[in-house]
């Protein structure tokens, strides 16, 4: 049955059902505005408020940047990990490797400067929790890069020196320091990329050099982000996951002559192969750890966990060295053992 009445055209305008839009339009319903509050304590109240936005905004940038802080850490160590060193140390990094460190080591310090205002005075202690993270990872990132290249652990005052946010320009070669660290391979890669580019920006650098005075003015005035003894031993503690992962690898890889030949010569007093270092010094660690008072503290619950995961690390390098000397001297010449890298009881990874 074909629909019966009229149909409103496609314009909107006329049609049946006593329905025109020509008319007048209906009027809006719009909420009244509420008149503004007053009495004597609304100021007040509104400072509160101004200041709690204030300390929730710089409490998010701090986590921000704690995040990017780690992210550009990990990168460091990936990059550390692609070494492949018969000895330790390392004589010196080579170019490639400095220039990926760089840019990940320019972020980190170009992040911690700009919340060096942030965490001064009483509030450097009060938002020590959200930072935390981020300089464990920049420690634990230091800290292998300093092993690799001395075969030493980097010290308390030296890694609050790179975690402080005022001396960027030094660690990265941008200016010298009074004291020069041995440990910092930036200078030459920085030195040789910005020989090139002087010529072209002679007169854009002309105009920095103020704002370089007023910022260098500013930076007297700020105190560097303090770094507690705890975070200073916890990102200790993850360096030896890492130190585990390069001595796993540098077994692997390492003929088996070469080990059992290093092996033989340390005894005379010669240099000891990249496994052989590794295996004595988490070894050493692991003691110097273990008679560390953690109390009952929260650093106490977690130096406890990392000091299990620390353990079980140093299984897993000495089952693999062990695999690879003891069973290795009963396979062919250029025999290269399968790691387990599971290791043994205890392991909490």
């Given at each position: 049955m074909p629909p019966t009445g009229s149909k409103r055209p496609f314009s909107g305008s006329g049609g049946g059902g006593g329905?025109?839009?020509?008319?007048?339009?209906?009027?809006?319903?719009?909420?009244?505005?509420?008149?503004?509050?007053t009495g004597p304590y609304?100021?007040?109240?509104?400072?509160?408020?101004?200041?709690?936005?204030?300390?929730?905004?710089?409490?998010?940038?701090?986590?921000?940047?704690?995040r990017d802080?780690?992210?550009?850490?990990?990168?460091?160590?990936?990059?550390?990990?692609?070494?492949?060193?018969?000895?330790?140390?390392?004589?010196?990094?080579?170019?490639?490797?400095t220039a990926e460190i760089l840019q990940y080591e320019t972020k980190i310090q170009d992040l911690l400067s700009s919340i060096l205002p942030d965490l001064q005075g009483l509030d450097g202690g009060r938002?020590?929790?959200?930072?935390?993270?981020?300089?464990?990872?920049?420690?634990?990132?230091?800290?292998?890069r300093h092993y690799l290249l001395k075969r030493k652990v980097i010290e308390w005052k030296e890694a609050e020196w790179y975690t402080c946010g005022l001396n960027g320009d030094e660690i990265l070669g941008r200016k010298k320091g009074d004291e020069v660290k041995e440990d910092v391979e930036m200078t030459d890669v920085v030195s040789t990329?910005?020989?090139?580019?002087?010529?072209?920006?002679?007169?854009?650098?002309?105009?920095?050099?103020?704002?370089?005075?007023?910022e260098d003015e500013k930076k007297k005035e700020l105190k560097g982000i303090p770094l507690s003894r705890e975070d200073y031993v916890l990102g200790l503690f993850d360096m030896t996951g890492e130190m585990m992962r390069f001595a796993i690898t540098s077994v692997a890889t390492t003929p088996l002559s070469q080990l059992l030949g290093a092996a033989a010569d340390s005894v005379?007093?010669?240099?000891?192969?990249?496994?052989?270092?590794?295996?004595?010094?988490l070894r050493t660690l692991q003691s110097a750890f273990e008679g560390l008072d953690l109390g009952f503290s929260a650093f106490g619950k977690d130096a406890e966990k990392k000091l299990k995961v620390m353990q079980a690390s140093v299984l897993k390098v000495e089952?693999?060295?062990?695999?690879?000397?003891?069973?290795?001297?009963?396979r062919p010449e250029g025999w290269v053992a399968e790691i387990d890298t599971s290791g043994g009881p205890g392991d909490q990874e």
């Open positions: 329905y025109n839009r020509t008319g007048p339009k209906p009027q809006s319903h719009h909420t009244p505005q509420q008149p503004v509050p609304i100021s007040m109240f509104t400072g509160f408020r101004n200041e709690l936005d204030e300390h929730q905004d710089r409490r998010e940038r701090i986590i921000k940047a704690s802080i780690t992210a550009a850490s990990k990168k460091i160590i990936f990059s550390l990990q692609r070494l492949r060193p018969t000895t330790l140390p390392i004589t010196g990094l080579s170019n490639h490797i938002w020590q929790r959200q930072i935390s993270p981020g300089l464990q990872e920049y420690i634990e990132a230091i800290g292998f990329q910005t020989t090139t580019e002087v010529s072209a920006g002679e007169g854009v650098e002309a105009g920095k050099k103020e704002e370089e005075k007023k005379d007093g010669k240099e000891k192969s990249t496994p052989q270092c590794l295996l004595q010094d089952y693999a060295f062990y695999g690879m000397v003891v069973r290795g001297s009963e």
